[in-house]
């Protein structure tokens, strides 16, 4: 289920300013990181100001993700399903 609170572009643009960030390559405040990742001025602003709050929103997908690829490899082990 996608968050309620941001689109799924800005939860996209989140995930790869965060690629970026742990390439340590720049300081994600500067202005060549919108650049970078082809975001605009505002784009790369909204990240920095919801940083926190795009983090837990992204991980909370990425677990339901995860939780359900689990409850699916469990049905197909449990009914023999070949992938």
Request: charged fraction near 30%; glycine fraction near 2%.
């Amino acid at each position: 289920m996608l968050n309620n609170e941001f689109t799924e572009k800005q939860l996209n643009d989140w995930r790869s300013f965060e690629l970026l960030r742990l390439d340590r390559k720049y300081n994600m405040m500067h202005p060549e990181v919108a650049t970078e990742l082809g975001l605009t001025r505002d784009e790369h602003l909204f990240i920095l100001e919801n940083y926190g709050p795009l983090k837990v929103a992204y991980e909370a997908i990425e677990d339901e993700y995860y939780e359900n690829q689990a409850k699916l490899n469990q049905y197909n082990d449990e009914y023999d399903i070949p992938l």
